[in-house]
Each structure stands twice: as structure tokens, then as C-alpha cells.
């Protein structure tokens, strides 16, 4: 079938007839000759996405997992390729998703590849950015979906193909590349300061040219949009983060669980905001929390975690559960997550996992940012340990209190973070690419 633009109206041509086609939304992905290629929402989607990630997002386990793993399930496309550099570390899922690793990593690991001129990019050997002609050549994407500025070069490598093309970005990158390098020591930061001024710079340029090269900039909430708009960056849509399993709306909310003391902590075990957040658990939440006669241990858990943590773990201060494929038993049994988070942009999915399974959020202003949550109603903001090992204590001796506060932010997720909700926004995105094509 091929299909064509006839005096403004989308039309088809098969078998020397000429139909026009019933549809609502229209979006031009740009001309070939005298054929105009459309995409259209509906029933038949004729969309082909072709999407390009660091880690396998199935199992979905980290806050990128998850994001990943959504707009599989929320674009409604014909067929959709998942690119990633690492290998799946379970069964996938049952779904029309192709997942294809770029074989020249093996079980390398990704995070280890960026490119030291370039220091929030990937860099991509030759072997590379060929099998990623390969599979483009043979997929035939009508839309190309990248995670972050990682994929910068394989962006511009692409761009030449005329595909329209959406940055995603988790974070601001080159904010928090900004922020790893303040939490090194004075010491380094003192010898290198040069070095630093510069990579910084050079990362904020990435940001700003990368999020400008693509055809359409999707960022997690309104304050990662004001951020990269202050780094001269593209306009960019918000498309928020989405409750990760929509059956944790059901978990019960017995009082009982808000009598157990060991607190929760989920996350990619790799990320040095998080790494910095379990340090502090273990370091000083643990101790605090012993001075009161609590003798409690928090469970962490997530993927990759680094030897940090394994060390963390190995010394009997955290209860380590390395790669979970689901996470879904921990959240139905804990009643409070501490998130003692400092650095980092975008929008935590591990808060509104919480909120959704009925946990207790305790946690810095930086954890919830740009979620919308209101303290006291929805969640207990506390910037220190002591804060939060306090505020513990008091919804242990009143877990009556903490019944309250989970209702509430339970029915704020639902009404604004559900994968319908999420759904609409990324559907309306993507119809706007027709007048930016």
C-alpha cells in the first residue's frame, strides 16, 4: 500500500484504488519524492519506533528502567525496537518489543564507555555505528527515541537520514555532572580545578547543542525544563514519570505495616546520588537510630550495586538485595522509605513507586522535586539524618498518623502520575512533531 497527500487529504492507493484514510491525528515524518510518509493514531498505527537505551529496561527495576520500559507500552506503534548496550538480565517481557544489544559489548559494562572529551556522551567504536546503520537500515524507523545525551553522537550520526528524532532526558545531565564533581574531595577538586571548569562547560554545551539538533526534547518535570532552558537549551515538553506498577494501588494499608521499622530503599545501586543516599543510611541513620534502642538494619535494593554497597553490606550496616526482578513483595511489607537524596535532576520514580504501595515518603526537598507533593499532606520533608530518623519515631509511636499521610499521597499518584495520564501527554508530543516536520 502506499500513501500519499492528495489535495490535503491522506489517502491510500492499493490495488489501483484510491481511499482516503479514516484518522484523527496526523503526523508528517517528512517527504520522499512525491510520497508524503504519515503516521497515524489508531487502530492501525503505521508508527515504527526505534528506541535507544543504555541498560535492558526488562526487568524494569531502576527509575530508567522503568521510564524506558514505559513508552514501550505507551506508544501505540506498529513495530518498536529496543537498542541497548547491556545484556537483559531476565526472561523479557511478553511484548511486541524487539530488543537488540549492539553485540560489540558483550557483557562489557556501558557506564564505563563515555567519552572523556566528551563527558556526559557515550563514545561508540566503528564496529558500533555500523550495526546501528545495520539495524536502521533494516528496521526502518519513522521515529527514533533516545535516552539522553548519552546517545549525542549516534544522534547526529542519524540525523542525516532525515528521521524525526526525540531527546529524552532523564536528567539535566551536565547538572549533575556538575554535582558528582562537587562531591569529590576538596583535595581533588583543588588539583584539577581546570580540568573540572572545563568538562563542566564542555557538558553544558552538550546539553544545550544536543537538546537544539533534536526535533522534539521530552524532560521529566517543569523544573528540569527551567534548567535547561537557563543552559540556552531547546523548548522542551514534560513527560512525566509514571507509577511503575499500577497494582500497588491495591496493596492494603494495615496499620501494621506502619509498625515495622526497617526502612525501604530502591534504587540503581550504581548512581552516585543514590550510592551517596544509602552511605548515609548506613553511615549515620543506622547509629542514630541504635542511640534510641532501635536495632534496625535498611533494606536496599536494586540494580548493579557497586562495591560501596556490597561493602556496606558485607560490614552488616544495610540488608542488600542485589537485583531484584521484582520489587513488588518489599514495597507490599515495608511502611516507610527514607530518601536522604542531594544531587540529581528529573524526577524520582522510586517516590511515587512508594506513595503508590503506601509507604511513608520521608525524605529532602531535592528527592521529591518537581513532583508536586505537598509536605505534611503527602510526604514528611527532612533534610538531615537526625530529621529523619526523628520523624520515624514519631509515626512509629502514632502509625494512625502515617495511615493518614499514605491515603493522601496514594490518591495524588493516582489522579496524576497513572499510565493513562502519561499515555495522553506522550500521544499529544508526538502529534506535535507533525508541525515541527
Known amino acids: 500500500m502506499a500513501v500519499y497527500l492528495l489535495e490535503g487529504v491522506l489517502a491510500a492507493i492499493e490495488g489501483g484504488k484510491i481511499a482516503e484514510i479514516p484518522c484523527s491525528r496526523k503526523i508528517n515524518l517528512g517527504k520522499?519524492?512525491?510520497?508524503?510518509?504519515?503516521?497515524?493514531?489508531?487502530?492501525?498505527?503505521?508508527?515504527?519506533v526505534m528506541q535507544f537505551v543504555i541498560d535492558c529496561p526488562w526487568p524494569a527495576v531502576s527509575g530508567g528502567d522503568i521510564r524506558n520500559a514505559m513508552f514501550a507500552n505507551c506508544i501505540q506503534a506498529s513495530a518498536y525496537m529496543c537498542v541497548g548496550l547491556a545484556r537483559p538480565m531476565g526472561e523479557l517481557p511478553t511484548l511486541p518489543v524487539d530488543y537488540r544489544q549492539l553485540e560489540h559489548y558483550g557483557s562489557a559494562n556501558p557506564w564505563t564507555c563515555f567519552d572523556p572529551q566528551r563527558p556526559i556522551c557515550l563514545s561508540f567504536p566503528v564496529a558500533a555505528t555500523e550495526e546501528i546503520d545495520r539495524l536502521v537500515d533494516s528496521f526502518r524507523p519513522t521515529v527514533l527515541l533516545m535516552e539522553g545525551v548519552a546517545w549525542g553522537s549516534v544522534l547526529h550520526q542519524l540525523r542525516e537520514r532525515s528521521i524525526p528524532t526525540v531527546l529524552d532526558m532523564h536528567n539535566i545531565e551536565s547538572q549533575l555532572y556538575a554535582d558528582q564533581i562537587r562531591g569529590r574531595s576538596w583535595m581533588k577538586r583543588v588539583l584539577n580545578a581546570r580540568r573540572f571548569r572545563d568538562s563542566i562547560t564542555a557538558a553544558r554545551e552538550i546539553d544545550r547543542e544536543l537538546s537544539r539538533t533534536a526535533d522534539q526534547t521530552w524532560v521529566c518535570s517543569s523544573s528540569d525544563a527551567a534548567a535547561l532552558q537557563s543552559?540556552?537549551?531547546?523548548?522542551?515538553?514534560?513527560?512525566?514519570?509514571?507509577?511503575?506498577?499500577?497494582?500497588?494501588?491495591?496493596?492494603?494499608?494495615?496499620?501494621?505495616?506502619?509498625?515495622?521499622?526497617?526502612?525501604?530503599?530502591?534504587?540503581?545501586?550504581?548512581?552516585?546520588?543514590?550510592?551517596?543516599?544509602?552511605?548515609?543510611?548506613?553511615?549515620?541513620?543506622?547509629?542514630?537510630?541504635?542511640?534510641?534502642?532501635?536495632?534496625?538494619?535498611?533494606?536496599?535494593?536494586?540494580?548493579?550495586?557497586?562495591?560501596k554497597?556490597?561493602?556496606?553490606?558485607?560490614?552488616?550496616?544495610?540488608q542488600l538485595i542485589a537485583d531484584p526482578l521484582s520489587c513488588v513483595d518489599l514495597l507490599s511489607r515495608s511502611g516507610y522509605t527514607l530518601l536522604p537524596i542531594r544531587h540529581g535532576s528529573g524526577t524520582r520514580i522510586k517516590v511515587l513507586e512508594a506513595l503508590a504501595a503506601g509507604l511513608v515518603v520521608i525524605a529532602t526537598g531535592?528527592?521529591?522535586?518537581?513532583?508536586?507533593?505537598?509536605?505534611?499532606?503527602?510526604?514528611?520533608r527532612a533534610e538531615t539524618i537526625a530529621d529523619m530518623s526523628a520523624k520515624l519515631r514519631d509515626f512509629l509511636a502514632h502509625p494512625e498518623c502515617a495511615c493518614e499521610m499514605v491515603t493522601q499521597g496514594r490518591e495524588f499518584v493516582t489522579r496524576n502520575y497513572s499510565r493513562e495520564a502519561i499515555q495522553r501527554v506522550v500521544a499529544d508530543a508526538l502529534h506535535q512533531l507533525d508541525s515541527q516536520n
Open 231 to 307: 543552559l540556552g537549551g531547546g523548548a522542551s515538553i514534560v513527560v512525566g514519570n509514571p507509577i511503575p506498577d499500577e497494582s500497588l494501588l491495591k496493596v492494603p494499608l494495615s496499620i501494621e505495616r506502619y509498625r515495622n521499622p526497617v526502612p525501604l530503599f530502591i534504587g540503581h545501586l550504581s548512581y552516585f546520588p543514590n550510592v551517596a543516599a544509602v552511605a548515609e543510611l548506613a553511615n549515620d541513620f543506622v547509629p542514630a537510630m541504635n542511640r534510641c534502642n532501635f536495632d534496625i538494619r535498611p533494606i536496599v535494593a536494586g540494580r548493579s550495586p557497586n562495591r
Open 366 to 380: 531535592k528527592a521529591v522535586e518537581g513532583l508536586g507533593l505537598e509536605d505534611g499532606i503527602h510526604y514528611c
Open 32 to 48: 520522499s519524492g512525491s510520497t508524503v510518509r504519515f503516521l497515524w493514531f489508531g487502530e492501525e498505527s503505521e508508527m515504527r
Open 309 to 318: 554497597i556490597r561493602r556496606m553490606a558485607t560490614r552488616g550496616n544495610i
